[in-house]
């Protein structure tokens, strides 16, 4: 797909990724040269919004932001919400993938249904993006990719975890809601996503999928990454509950690591 972009727009050699959630949205941009994150920023909202307000705000950074005056080389958008489901892709028919969805979430009759793949573990994601703002990223910058959160994540966490023999529990936190991954011996186990309120919500889902998996939380390993830190509240309640509770980090060394927080912005930093 092409699409003239507005006159004033910059030829640049950076790539630029969106996530968008009803909770807020945030992006990154790359130097496409150098592959180095060069801008993180975050919008997050007071309440959860409707697709419609998301995209009024959205409109607003992407007019009124200078560091998104370009013409980018590559824009994505990621997002992040709990309307999708894994299927295994022996499974997977795309002429039924709103049959897929109707037995854990409501769907209308109006969204939009797509999917992802995950090649190389033979999984297919599928799942209902924001329609509107998809036809408004492809008239501010013509022609892009899109995926949801739980892709990405479950795809290079698996990658991480590839020769671990061990169940690992990963929980990727936003302000309402939490993406729950477990993983053994480079195969997907579970990809949950629940709604929190209190640290207590937190733990709870936690160790009731652990319970479900037959994992001891006295042995199991559980690492958190996104909105969350170890002086939070949900972290340290984790970590009293949770023996083996650590923020995700890596040994690999990154050359912004004054811009990236490796478990924080774990979802972009990990698409260069």
Known sequence: MTQNLQN???????RL??????????????????NQVEQIEQTKFKTKFTPEQTLQVLKKELT????????????????????????????????NQKEYLKYTIKTLATDYITHDNIH???????????????NYVFERFGSFEYYHTTTLLVEQLLRLEKNNQNTTI??????????????????????NTFVHETAEDFLYYIMFTAEQLQLN????????????????????????????????????????????????????????
């Open 8 to 14: 004033n727009t910059i030829h640049t050699s950076k």
């Open 17 to 34: 990724s969106i996530q968008i959630s009803l909770n807020g949205f945030s992006f990154c941009t790359i130097n496409s040269q150098t």
């Open 64 to 95: 009124n932001n200078p560091l998104l005056q370009y013409n980018f080389e590559k824009t994505e958008v990621i997002y992040d919400n709990d309307l999708y489901t894994f299927v295994p892709k022996t499974l997977f028919d795309p002429s």
């Open 120 to 134: 190389e573990h033979e999984l297919v994601n599928v799942y209902v993006p924001y329609a509107n703002i998809n």
């Open 170 to 191: 990963f929980v990727y936190l936003n302000s309402t809601n939490f993406h729950l991954i477990a993983t053994q011996n480079n195969y997907l186990k579970i990809c």
């Open 217 to 272: 939380p006295e042995k199991f390993q559980l690492f958190l990454l996104g909105d969350i830190h170890i002086d939070h509240s949900y972290y340290q309640i984790a970590h009293k509950y949770i023996r083996n509770t650590e923020l995700l980090h890596t040994s690999s060394t990154q050359n912004n690591t004054d811009r990236v927080i490796y478990h924080k912005d774990f979802i972009f930093i990990n698409r260069l």
